[in-house]
């Protein structure tokens, strides 16, 4: 099993950043995969941010060039900054992992810009 607690969401301004965390309850080598998706009401869920353990953080189309990712080993964190945010990037955000093939997710973060 793997627990993910997102955090950092909230509202802001277009043109404004936010920093959204993730914190897994497992060691992040210990992952497969470690990502970050939006879901808004009424459309498709995107990827914002998907590291595979022992390769690079690709981004998704939807925020690339806006968006970077961090991870820290020592506290098992996965981070996505998100900068020049516009009031279509409002969304519900999730965290995910897989661990032995199976996909977990988190409690996701209310992430809203007003224009």
């Known amino acids: 099993q793997v627990q993910l607690v997102e955090s950092g969401g909230g509202f802001v301004r277009s043109g404004e950043s936010l920093r959204l965390s993730c914190v897994a309850s497992r060691n992040l080598f210990s992952l497969d995969v470690l990502g970050w998706y939006r879901q808004a009401p009424g459309k498709q869920r995107e990827e914002v941010a998907v590291h595979t353990t022992g390769g690079e953080t690709e981004f998704g189309r939807a925020m690339k060039g806006r968006v970077t990712a961090s991870l820290d080993n020592a506290k098992n964190t996965f981070d996505v900054q998100m900068n020049d945010l516009k009031p279509e990037d409002s969304a519900v955000y999730y965290c995910?992992?897989?661990?032995?093939?199976?996909?977990?997710w988190g409690q996701g973060t209310q992430v809203t810009v007003s224009s």
């Open positions: 995910y992992a897989y661990y032995n093939l199976t996909r977990f």
